[in-house]
């Protein structure tokens, strides 16, 4: 008799391999809750996805469906560390967890302390997750993702910079990926993340991260800024959002539409 099929036989250790072997991790981010979306992306060719669940849309149920349709490893965001909410994502499928704002140590170990079993960490043990093949390979689950769940933490504030040598200590956390678009608003310039004062900070919590050995993460906006960003040495970098190609692309094809319109009245 044929062995189930399981996500778990072979642990998909892709995006720790790829850390360790500091190879450039590209994703994008997940806003509007549509696993139709999720599977669009999955398929693009992103080393992994980042499932937003601090500003979108839909809840534990769409999350599930949101995971499976998932051809690539998911990392969930969450608004703070919540060791809770930790264990419900983790639980079901996530291959890692993202923290907003991280201002102090403790945030930091909360998150990691969230994603590692008892007695290393708090989350608790539920054999029969969609996780671990609803039981059916809990010790390939164990052993392989469920391990040791990808961590990174976001910084995003004045409080998280002055904070972030003690961060940065923390056993545990993988990536430190700067919100740049919320730091500049927590420093007073909302919208303008290239005011020399916010340049500073960024290139403050590059200079740190980076001698902390943890990988540096952030947002492209293009290819010369991913470019420049690799060359820094940042590891993980996202490229857009389902939100965003959405809105692009249907404002590309919409401003097409009304130039033919115009083109052939005149």
């Not at 949101?66 to 809770?84: E, F, G």
């Not at 264990?87 to 991280?102: E, P």
């Not at 033919?260 to 009245?265: K, L, N, S, W, Y």
Request: glycine share 10%; with cysteine.
């Amino acid at each position: 008799m044929q062995a189930h099929l399981s996500r778990h036989i072979d642990p998909p250790v892709g995006l720790r391999s790829a850390l360790t072997e500091r190879r450039l991790i590209g994703c994008s981010w997940l806003f509007l809750g549509s696993p139709a979306a999720t599977e669009i992306l999955s398929l693009a060719g992103f080393d992994c996805l980042i499932l937003d669940r601090e500003h979108s849309p839909g809840g534990l149920d769409v999350l599930y469906h949101q995971l499976r349709a998932s051809k690539v490893p998911v990392i969930v965001r969450l608004a703070r560390a919540d060791t809770a909410a930790a264990k419900l994502v983790l639980d079901a499928g996530a291959a890692g967890l993202a923290v907003s704002n991280l201002e102090t140590p403790q945030d930091a170990s909360t998150l990691v302390q969230a994603t590692r079993y008892t007695p290393d960490g708090t989350r608790g043990i539920q054999r029969l997750s969609r996780a671990a093949d609803y039981g059916l390979n809990w010790d390939g689950y164990r052993r392989g993702v469920g391990a040791a769940p990808l961590t990174m933490g976001l910084i995003e504030s004045r409080r998280g910079v002055a904070n972030l040598d003690a961060i940065l200590a923390v056993g545990g956390l993988d990536v430190v990926f700067i919100g740049a678009v919320d730091l500049a608003s927590d420093m007073g310039f909302v919208d303008d993340v290239s005011h020399p004062q916010v340049l500073a900070a960024i290139a403050e919590i590059e200079a740190m991260v980076l001698a902390s050995g943890k990988v540096l993460g952030g947002l492209a906006d293009d290819r010369e800024d991913a470019a420049a960003k690799r060359q820094k040495g940042y590891g993980f970098l996202s490229f857009g959002s389902d939100a965003r190609y959405l809105r692009d692309g249907a404002l590309a094809a919409a401003n097409l539409a009304q130039d033919i319109a115009r083109e052939t009245v005149e």
